[in-house]
């Protein structure tokens, strides 16, 4: 089974920087889409930010442009989420998310996950701003 581990959330002040990596654990990613999410206190998960397997296509949420970037390492088997300028509304659990080949889009994957037949998750790296 797939399993996804995330790390570098923490405490930092309104303007601070943090940035997220995410690696599996038995599976090589290359071929995997991957994205970052974000669960603040609430029913609601929301896609944050995804990258394609290698072609380089990105995507971001309005809220994070400018301020956010996704990136990945293939050959370290990565995927990072570098956060600059944040914001008490960034505050929230972070995950990790992963889909196997042939089956979404960038797109596809932060806006409608609820229609991806298969989605691995990380359990979560805590991020909260706060001055």
């Known amino acids: 089974q797939l399993q996804l581990v995330e790390s570098g959330g923490g405490l930092v002040q309104p303007g601070d920087s943090l940035r997220l990596s995410c690696t599996a654990s038995?599976?090589?990613?290359?071929?995997?889409?991957l994205g970052w999410f974000r669960q603040a206190p609430g029913p609601e998960r929301e896609g944050v930010s995804c990258i394609s397997p290698t072609d380089g296509s990105t995507y971001y949420r309005e809220f994070v442009k400018g301020r956010f970037t996704i990136s990945r390492d293939n050959a370290e088997n990565m995927v990072y989420l570098q956060m600059d300028s944040l914001k008490p509304d960034d505050t929230a659990i972070y995950y990790c998310?992963?889909?196997?080949?042939?089956?979404?889009?960038?797109?596809?994957?932060?806006?409608?996950?609820?229609?991806?037949?298969?989605?691995?998750w990380g359990q979560g790296t805590q991020v909260t701003v706060s001055s």
């Open positions: 998310a992963a889909v196997p080949p042939r089956v979404t889009t960038v797109q596809a994957m932060c806006t409608m996950p609820e229609y991806v037949e298969l989605i691995y």
């Open positions: 038995g599976f090589n990613l290359d071929s995997y889409t």
